[in-house]
């Protein structure tokens, strides 16, 4: 790409490859091919696009690490170029409530609300500073809404959420059932679903829902946790290799490092269980239920 770049002069090569940079975050190669891009005759305002996307990216990397002042500072910057642009100030709404800055934050919802006033990102985001501000209820109204504009899986969770929040196991069942039927393959609706088969001692049921939820989301380590511990209970032989899984993908969290531990010492390996228990306790030393399978392995 980069020859055929530089054979016609063109910046369209150069463009792919600062996309596919991007979507690695990987933004020392992203500058260099941004670099050699400049340095064509190319129109100016697709060559500003290019920039501009790299310093969203430089934004959302800073944002992981909780850098916000860096993110708030990059993402101002772009608004300068482009103040009405409501990615951006979703972004900039985003960070605001991770920092804890809400009156920030609900001012530039204003911001947005102002712009268009029936985008949907406008019920998500008074939804969200009414959970923070600890008023379910309404966060519930302004869940509602967005979730009748746009019916896709992020607000479908925030409003199933809130529901079981205020302790409406029946909202919260007619709420699935009804993300279930418009979204039939979605996963975080079916690992929901599984939970609550799980929950209520279905596990015939609760197994093809997990299954299910792997087969769209393989990594996902919920899925793999609960499913391998149905599979030990059941003395299923694939019950190990997923809680192995789990862990990996999820070393740092104390309830699959005690699945793993517990499924380990219960299938003779003793020693090496006790090694993951021990790190699952001191991770969670208040978890009754680590505790006790950590004891009991000890007194063996």
């Not at 792997?214 to 209970?233: C, K, M, R, S, T």
């Amino acid at each position: 790409l980069k020859k055929y770049g530089a054979e016609l002069n063109q910046i369209a090569p150069y463009s792919v490859l600062i996309d596919s940079a991007i979507a690695r975050k990987d933004l020392v190669a992203a500058k260099s091919y941004f670099d050699n891009a400049s340095k064509f005759k190319v129109d100016e305002q697709e060559l500003a696009k290019l920039g501009q996307a790299i310093r969203y990216i430089e934004a959302v990397m800073a944002a992981e690490v909780n850098d916000f002042s860096e993110a708030r500072s990059i993402v101002a910057d772009l608004l300068s170029e482009d103040p009405e642009n409501i990615r951006l100030l979703s972004f900039l709404v985003d960070i605001e409530i991770r920092a804890g800055q809400l009156n920030e934050a609900a001012k530039i919802v204003g911001q947005i609300e102002n712009i268009n006033p029936g985008h949907v990102v406008v019920a998500i985001f008074k939804g969200d500073l009414a959970v923070e501000n600890n008023d379910l209820q309404s966060s519930k109204v302004h869940y509602t809404n967005a979730w009748q504009q746009s019916p896709v899986d992020a607000i479908a969770e925030k409003l199933y959420k809130v529901i079981g929040a205020l302790g409406d196991k029946s909202g919260q069942a007619r709420h699935l059932e009804a993300w279930l039927a418009l979204n039939p393959n979605s996963a975080a609706a079916t690992l929901y679903q599984a939970i609550n088969y799980q929950q209520t001692m279905q596990k015939d049921k609760a197994i093809p829902a997990y299954e299910k939820v792997l087969e769209v989301a393989p990594n996902n380590v919920l899925a793999l946790n609960n499913l391998g511990w149905i599979y030990f209970e059941k003395k299923d032989q694939k019950a190990l290799p997923m809680l192995k899984k789990a862990v990996e993908l999820a070393p740092e969290n104390a309830a699959v490092l005690d699945s793993y531990g517990w499924v380990l010492a219960n299938s003779g390996q003793k020693e090496e269980g006790l090694k993951f228990l021990e790190k699952a306790h001191k991770l969670a030393p208040d978890q009754e239920e680590i505790k006790a399978h950590l004891d009991e392995v000890r007194s063996k």
